[in-house]
DNA sequence: AAGTGGTCTAGACCACTAG
DNA sequence: TAGTGGTCTAGACCACTTT
């Protein structure tokens, strides 16, 4: 009876008011929308559990049944994963290595990727990584120029960029040392040293023509067809942080959707 | 207490049992995979309602927010879709002009496609189309050549090989008023000449170069990078029903995916 | 008006994980 | 062993669609 949208008495001692507006929403949408907000606003990061199901549903006042339903809705949506005897934890990306589901070369499951850094240094952003990234046009950024390769082979070169108030933490990889302090994947790295949790992101697949840089690291003529895919990585509260744009010969591109 | 997996009892009157085997599995799972099996059998069509939720609960002898649960697992597998107030129905393919989300040319949402068919007749299937139909290899199909264009602009051309003795309602069409009977769409020609619903698809994604023909139809020169799309799609009980290879400029292609 | 799915509650019991 | 999520039941009431 407690917590009903049209409940009128003001809320019990320990029990939280839901946004007011959008009050026709179901209880279920409202409460999904609240808990969004909080995962969004980094109230709890991966590494410790939410407070218990049960918990919450005191807390906002609800049946156990229906924070069960709203929890289940963010596990659907990608923001939260719940272990069994564990608790319910906030996700953590995951797709970091995925630009490689693209590209066939060797055995996938038999061998494993590597990564070569090039270059790290400041620069100033790129149009076409300002604009998604929303930063101003003459911005200055980390930029990363990295080479992934399977069995020694070049499979993708990339170029990675950061924007530099947020990713200081990782400036002092400018030095020679290169491929010294970032390991194999960049996500992990971003939240130790950054405390940048990627959430979410965006890819556009296009068809190119390799230039002569691309050439020589790929290993391919030049005008060889290339397949470019431009990833936008987001935080929980959708802030476009990463912008990174990944080449590789088309020969080797294979993609393949499920669809319903 | 009716109806749990540890019931030694006899079903009550009007009452079904499960698969005994996978006891082990929760009551949901093997409520679920009963039901998928008989959507598979085609016992429901997506034109008649199917028993509502409180019969097919007390059918199997569940409680309703059981069966409710079952129920929404197989919307999400796209198996099924919900209408409030009207019913349950099993799903039909929306997927079949669903290419033109990869071709970008004019505004997708303000210009129609339209499709030109060029050719159809009998004819041998190819290797790359009777492994993926596990069609013998000499086996004789319906064959269609066809173009799909926006605004008066040539984006793909098909080839579609649909398995023979199970088209035979598509193949007076072979005769000279060729777009007399198929529309825009095949799919529902499909269903009402043939009895046939697409229920899934597998699309692969691969970059080649226009040939003569291909260049002749598209405009484009030859050896241009193409997209070739080379899709299978399925009936619910998962058997392969069409293999259709799409090209179209590479130019034209763009590709967004939203990860997790 | 009758019948359908959608929301919400309440509570019992089980299975898993961690300290 | 304590605490977590997972399963299942039972039933009240609401919102929508159809006839």
New binding site residues.
């Given amino acids: 009876?407690?917590?009903?949208?049209h409940e009128a008495t003001p809320p019990a001692p320990g029990r939280v008011e839901l946004e007011t507006r959008d009050a026709r929403l179901?209880?279920?949408?409202r409460?999904r929308d609240a808990l969004a907000a909080r995962i969004a606003s980094s109230e709890w990061t991966p590494d410790r559990?939410?407070?218990?199901?049960?918990?919450l549903a005191g807390h906002y006042?609800?049946?156990?049944?229906?924070?069960?339903?709203v929890?289940?809705d963010l596990v659907e949506l990608g923001l939260l994963e719940?272990?069994?005897?564990?608790?319910?934890f906030v996700r953590r990306a995951t797709f970091d290595a995925s630009l490689f589901r693209f590209f066939r070369y060797g055995d996938p499951q038999a061998t494993a990727p590597t990564s070569r850094i090039l270059d790290v240094r400041r620069a100033v952003l790129p149009p076409e990584a300002a604009g998604p990234l929303g930063e101003a046009a003459g911005a200055t950024a980390l930029h990363l120029h990295r080479l992934r390769l399977r069995d020694d082979r070049p499979l993708l070169v990339e170029d990675i960029w950061l924007p530099l108030p947020r990713f200081a933490g990782l400036d002092h990889l400018t030095e020679p040392h290169l491929d010294g302090g970032l390991g194999e994947l960049l996500y992990p790295a971003y939240e130790k040293r950054c405390d940048i949790v990627i959430a979410s992101a965006e890819e556009v697949l296009t068809v190119g023509a390799a230039g002569a840089a691309d050439a020589l690291l790929l290993r391919c003529a030049r005008y060889e067809p290339l397949v470019v895919v431009e990833r936008t990585a987001r935080t929980h509260d959708g802030t476009p942080v990463e912008w990174r744009r990944s080449r590789g010969r088309a020969a080797d591109f294979r993609y393949r959707i499920e669809i319903r």
């Fill in positions: 009876m407690c917590g009903m949208a179901p209880l279920h949408a409460l559990p939410l407070p218990a199901e049960a918990a006042g609800v049946a156990l049944g229906t924070m069960r339903r929890l289940g719940r272990r069994h005897g564990a608790g319910t």
